[in-house]
């Protein structure tokens, strides 16, 4: 009975706002306003608030929600666990048995990244005389847009 008569209350108090809004020429404003204010008024005379009333203070109803809750993290915790994991069972053992056959193909000669061995270093190339072949590049741009 207090959730009607506070919903009333507060869709007349919006009504009311709505009204001073329009009266400021502010129409597109206080028919928002006025839209608000007539959800509270029509979730009592659809009955949802005496249902959610009812809901709230059933220990039944919260049990439910925990175990709704309950399932929900098993459920992201077990996809969370299937991604880290890579896939479904069928795409682990595809996986597994594409590895044993070898990443070579059977009838290449050698890999196709190399040998392991220890890292060579790479060192940039000598600069040349005049310092011109660094910008050769952006000349080439430049002319081709016709700057």
Same mark, same amino acid.
């Given at each position: 009975?207090? !959730?009607? %008569?506070?919903? $009333?209350? /507060?869709?007349? +108090? *919006?009504? &009311? ?35 959610? !009333?009812? %809901?709230?203070? $059933?220990? /039944?109803?919260? +049990? *439910?929600? &925990? ?35 070898? !990443? ?9 990244? *190399? ?33």
């Amino acid at each position: 009975m207090i !959730a009607e %008569t506070v919903c $009333s209350a /507060v869709s007349a +108090a *919006g009504l &009311g706002i709505a009204v001073i809004t329009a009266y400021r020429k502010r129409y597109l404003t206080a028919t928002r306003i006025a839209a608000y204010s007539l959800v509270p008024i029509g979730l009592v005379m659809a009955g949802v608030v005496e249902w959610l !009333a009812d %809901t709230a203070f $059933s220990p /039944v109803a919260w +049990a *439910g929600f &925990g175990l709704l809750g309950l399932s929900w993290v098993m459920f992201a915790t077990t996809r969370a666990v299937e991604r880290r994991r890579g896939g479904t069972r069928k795409e682990r053992k595809a996986a597994r048995a594409a590895a044993q056959q070898g !990443a070579v193909a059977p009838a290449a000669s050698a890999p196709s990244l *190399g040998q392991a061995g220890p890292r060579q270093e790479t060192r940039p190339a000598p600069a040349a005389k005049g310092g011109d072949d660094d910008f050769s590049d952006i000349e080439a741009i430049l002319k081709k847009h016709g700057i």
